[in-house]
C-alpha cells in the first residue's frame, strides 16, 4: 500500500519561511518522480513543484527564486523549502509521487496560512 504524509504546515507571517516534508512508504521512491502541488479555496489543484527520479527540478512561474524541492532517497522524503511566503502562497499543499510507470498516488495535504 502506497503512503504519502505531509507536514510542516502552519501559519506564517508574509516574508517568512516554511519547510513541508513529504514522507513516502510502500513504493520504489528512488524510482519515482516527487511533486508538490497546491489548492487554494475555489481554485483548482496546481503544481508548485516536481522533481524527477534523476534530481532535476521544475518550478511554477510564481514561486521561481522562492521555494526549492529536493529529495532524499535514504529517507524516502521529498523536501519543499519555501522562503519569502507571500499572501497568495496560503493554501493546502498536496505530496504526488509518479512511478515509472505511471500509476499515481497523493497525500492527505497540509494546511499552509499566509498572515499580513
Known amino acids: 500500500q502506497v503512503q504519502l504524509v505531509e507536514s510542516g504546515g502552519g501559519l506564517v507571517q508574509a516574508g517568512g519561511s516554511l519547510r513541508l516534508s513529504c514522507a513516502a512508504s510502500?513504493?520504489?521512491?528512488?524510482?519515482?518522480?516527487m511533486g508538490w502541488y497546491r489548492q487554494a479555496p475555489g481554485k483548482q489543484r496546481e503544481l508548485v513543484a516536481r522533481i524527477s527520479s534523476g534530481g532535476s527540478t521544475n518550478y511554477a512561474d510564481s514561486v521561481k527564486g522562492r521555494f526549492t524541492i529536493s529529495r532524499d532517497n535514504a529517507k524516502n522524503t521529498v523536501y519543499l523549502q519555501m522562503n519569502s511566503l507571500k499572501l497568495e502562497d496560503t493554501a493546502v499543499y498536496y505530496c504526488?509521487?509518479?512511478?515509472?510507470?505511471?500509476?499515481?498516488?497523493w497525500g492527505q495535504g497540509t494546511q499552509v496560512t499566509v498572515s499580513s
Open positions: 504526488n509521487t509518479v512511478s515509472p510507470f505511471g500509476s499515481e498516488y
Open positions: 510502500g513504493t520504489l521512491f528512488s524510482l519515482n518522480a
